[in-house]
């Protein structure tokens, strides 16, 4: 038993696999997500595809030597070549395909620049959609830069810190708490925050737009001097780690002299996140926290966060 965490490590919904750019048409790139080895492959028209990483018929991983044809993964062991949906095209050496010849084959949805993945503990199929992030993509907006960092913790705790007001003052050194408005509806979480914020020419009052899309996407729009968007998404790896990355974008709305104070912007939302990391790799879960009257809404995130748990704890 879990003695940080009471709730699973592995939440039902949408997932980043990988960024779309890392997976050009012919790669086969190995993932470990969820405390299972899998593969995502790209075919020759285009379209993304992830299935479980060995060979049903002798065990072979099929990132390990596999190549692609078309639309189908060839295994490096005895050729079987299997579909982007599981079943399998052909055998080189059998005309008879057995009736057990399938492999699991995830739910995939490429948006934003991202190769989602759907996880579901009962195999359930996708219960909700990703939006399409406007800025990602549009000639107002510099492309996406990524930074990762693998963190020993799960991403519903850490995400907490987006209703935790407090924290601000004394892990990130704001002179105030933002005042924040939490609201929930679904799968979706809004949380708007107003906050002294610091900058290259001073102190200045901003605000922190934070949105939950399910448990695995998440965007935050910083507005103030430069705006800013973050892509955040958040992977399980097993029980213990999880793949967290940030994908930075700054408007162009105010010219080459703004540049350089969005990437001072970005510069500090990087050292936020180090700030952070070492707390949440060392502090406990406790269901029942006590709480006073100025901490945040706590409740609302928490009822949130438990929809995504086919079994409540």
Known sequence: MDTRFPFPAYPNGWFRAAYSDELKSGDIKSLRYFGEDLIAYRGSSGAAYILDAHCRHLGAHLGVGGRVEGEHVVCPFHGWKWNGDGSCAQIPYCDRIPTGAKTRAWPVVEKNGVIFIWHHDRGAAPSFELPDVEEIGSDAWTPLEVRKWKVRSRWLDMNENAVDRIHFIYVHGTHTAPETEVEMKDHVLACRSRMKMGSPQGEFTGGIDTTDYGPGLQTVRVTGVVDTLMLN??????????????????????????????????????????????????????????????????GIYRKWMRQFFSEQW
């Not at 540049?259 to 502090?283: C, R, T, Y």
Request: proline residues 5%; hydrophobic residues 30%.
């Open 233 to 298: 998404t958040a992977t399980p790896i097993d029980d213990e780690y999880t793949d967290v990355s940030f994908a930075y974008s700054l408007s162009k709305s105010g010219g080459d002299a703004t540049q350089g104070v969005g990437a001072a912007i970005i510069k500090d939302l990087e050292k936020q996140m180090g700030q952070d990391i070492p707390i949440w790799e060392n502090k406990k879960y406790f269901d029942r926290p006590v709480l006073c009257e100025n901490d945040g809404q706590f």
